[in-house]
Nanobody, 118 residues
């Protein structure tokens, strides 16, 4: 079992920046995938960004060029640097991790709220 704790959420003005962090701990090893997803009120959950153990990344089209995901394998942490924020980025952001192949698993944090408003 793993515990994921997100931090860094808050209120930011449109056009501003914010950095989210997530630290994973517990009975985990060989994390293949680390990602950030979000859910706005009344909307579906969507994948924002993900990164594999070898550094490959993927981003939702809506955040491409504005957000950057990174990870520290030694610390089992993942960050999401968000820039040029828009009101539509307002959502509860969740970090999540997963194994691959026979080591498949999935753990999610409880989320951190990001509000983009003037």
């Amino acid at each position: 079992q793993a515990q994921l704790v997100e931090s860094g959420g808050g209120l930011v003005q449109p056009g501003g920046s914010l950095r989210l962090s997530c630290a994973a701990s517990g009975n985990i090893s060989n994390i293949y995938y680390m990602g950030w997803s979000r859910q706005a009120t009344g909307k579906h959950l969507e994948l924002v960004a993900g990164i594999t153990s070898d550094g490959s990344t993927n981003y939702a089209d809506s955040v491409k060029g504005r957000f950057t995901i990174s990870r520290d394998n030694a610390k089992n942490s993942v960050d999401l640097q968000m820039g040029s924020l828009k009101p539509e980025d307002t959502a509860l952001y969740y970090c999540h991790i997963g194994g691959g192949g026979m080591n498949s698993y999935s753990y999610w944090g409880k989320g951190t709220l990001v509000t983009v408003s003037a």
